[in-house]
């Protein structure tokens, strides 16, 4: 058991529409990266958010945004779904001044008709 | 940038097979290694990780030795088993920086 879910486990939502993936990040953890998984490809990094602020960010459009709240959970929104947006969405926590490993949650799949 | 290139699957093995899954990789610093694998309809789990050059990381009867005069970071197992099905990703993380890198995975498939 990683400690790490996400919610909900799987999603259809209609091209155009607003989504948003929720994370809880395991006990004792202040970091949240959150990944795209296309079908059959490797993950690809969204963003990261420590200790509430936006800590990195891949080669995403600003429609992708993110929020972690007090207690290291975080959100990732996407609006004006595409959908090329169809995905699996997966956070990952990790204690990131230590660079230790990150710990995957279950993720989320998106589909986008 | 850094990138991470693996074998191309799907692989296909019978039980109790030798299983080799290539990776290497390409990186302006000196990155940590890791192997992850995802079981069908599941995140990531990761499998194992080296940190600095010569090291061999091991798990589950799995091991990859850093090698960095080859820039690799090879999957071995001396003998799989059926659970073993599944895909498995190579990834490396820049000290310091914020994300993984990842390959394009590697679906393995074993045979009773």
């Known amino acids: 058991e990683t400690g790490v879910t996400q919610s909900p486990t799987h999603l259809i939502k209609t091209r155009g529409q607003q989504v948003t993936l929720r994370c809880s990040s395991q006990?004792?953890?202040?970091?949240v990266s959150w990944y795209q998984q296309a079908l059959g490809q490797g993950p690809q990094f969204i963003f990261q958010?420590?200790?509430?602020?936006?800590?990195g960010r891949g080669n995403f459009p600003p429609r992708f945004s993110g929020l972690q709240f007090p207690n290291y959970s975080s959100e990732l929104n996407v609006n004006a779904l595409e959908l090329d947006d169809s995905a699996l969405y997966l956070c990952?926590?990790?204690?990131?001044?230590?660079?230790?490993?990150?710990?995957f949650g279950q993720g989320t799949r998106l589909t986008v008709v | 940038g850094n990138s991470v290139t693996q074998m191309e699957g799907p692989v296909t093995l019978s039980e109790e097979a030798f299983l080799t899954i290539n990776c290497t990789y390409t990186?302006?610093?000196?990155?940590?290694l890791f192997w992850y694998v995802q079981y069908p309809g599941e995140g990531l789990q990761l499998l194992l990780k080296?940190?600095?050059?010569?090291d061999k990381g091991s798990n589950k009867g799995f091991e990859a030795t850093y090698r960095k005069e080859t820039t690799s970071f090879h999957l071995e197992k001396g003998s799989v088993q059926v659970s073993d099905s599944a895909v498995y990703f190579c990834?490396?993380?820049?000290?310091?920086?914020?994300?993984?890198?990842f390959g394009q995975g590697t679906r393995l498939t074993i045979n009773p």
């Open positions: 990952a926590s990790s204690l990131e001044r230590e660079n230790t490993e990150a710990f």
């Open positions: 006990s004792g953890h202040n970091t």
């Open positions: 958010y420590y200790r509430e602020e936006e800590n």
């Open positions: 990186a302006t610093g000196y990155p940590s």
């Open positions: 080296a940190t600095k050059a010569d």
């Open positions: 990834a490396l993380k820049d000290w310091g920086a914020q994300k993984l890198v």
